[in-house]
């Protein structure tokens, strides 16, 4: 009897075990979709490198150098459930960048026979709990953020570090069966400015993302901003607990006209 017991506990952790060892040891991804703009983030130690980033027709393909072995990454594009491209699609690789504790992978996916880009929106969130060894050197300002741009749309993206608020603004009032619910106003305030050194940055200064989730200070570093271009914040949405990324239209920046200056008085000699 103790024997068909521990027969039947290990059939129980077995696939346990089995799916645990399926998953991604070094933290799962994320993945954003608007439209053609396809956005994948990947947990990387800093201590870590990408040696390579390929793409095949149904998956992204990252190997990850660790100085002591390469490591394999494999992220379904054309899953059965909730694919990131559609079987009539293709994707391209644009470019990849490296913010704290993430690489991340810019692609685009349109149509394969019209050249254009769906009206697909998601957000896939895989990220497990786990830890990122860093090598402890102080962070550069701005490591957090990155921007992908493509046309007039950009996707700007940060690692959240404690600027987001999770509390629940306001206060309930139950009535009997009715339920009285008030919340404290709010207006998403953002600003795009400069800093010290001249660089364009998106400040969302005051920015509610949910219900009960509400972003405060947080900074992007504009670089694909043109001296005569600015840019509109279109949505805001939060990948997971960790990420945060804002679609911006890009648009001309307004011309300050000046007045017509009067020629100065030149006196008869």
């Known amino acids: 009897m103790i024997k068909k017991i521990k027969g039947l506990i290990l059939l129980a952790i077995s696939p346990i075990v089995v799916l645990t060892g399926c998953g991604d040891a070094s933290g799962g991804y994320g993945v954003f979709r608007s439209r053609d703009m396809v956005t994948v983030f990947v947990p990387l130690p800093d201590t870590s490198e990408i040696a390579e980033v390929k793409i095949d027709d149904k998956a992204l393909h990252i190997n990850i150098d660790t100085g002591e072995k390469i490591v394999p990454r494999v992220i379904q594009l054309r899953g059965r459930f909730f694919p990131v491209a559609e079987p009539d699609e293709t994707v391209e690789i644009h470019g990849e960048n490296r913010i704290n504790g993430y690489v991340v992978i810019h692609l685009r996916a349109f149509d394969t026979k019209h050249k254009v880009s769906k009206f697909i929106k998601l957000h896939v969130s895989k990220f497990y709990d786990f830890k990122i060894m860093n090598s402890g050197e102080k962070s550069e300002l701005f490591d957090n953020s990155g921007t992908f741009r493509f046309g007039d749309k950009i996707i700007a993206y940060c690692r959240l570090q404690g600027n987001i608020d999770s509390q629940a603004k306001g206060f309930k009032i139950n009535i009997g069966p009715v339920e009285i619910k008030h919340t404290e106003g709010t207006v998403n305030t953002h600003a795009i400015t400069e800093d010290v050194i001249g660089e364009r940055i998106l400040i969302l200064e005051n920015y509610e993302i949910d219900t009960d989730k509400r972003i405060q200070n947080l900074h992007f570093l504009l670089k694909d901003l043109a001296p005569d271009e600015t840019a509109k914040v279109e949505e805001v949405k939060n990948l997971g607990d960790r990420i ?16 017509p200056q009067l020629p100065e008085h030149i006196s008869d000699r």
């Open 244 to 259: 945060v990324i804002a679609e911006l239209a890009v648009e001309p920046q307004e011309k300050q006209f000046l007045k």
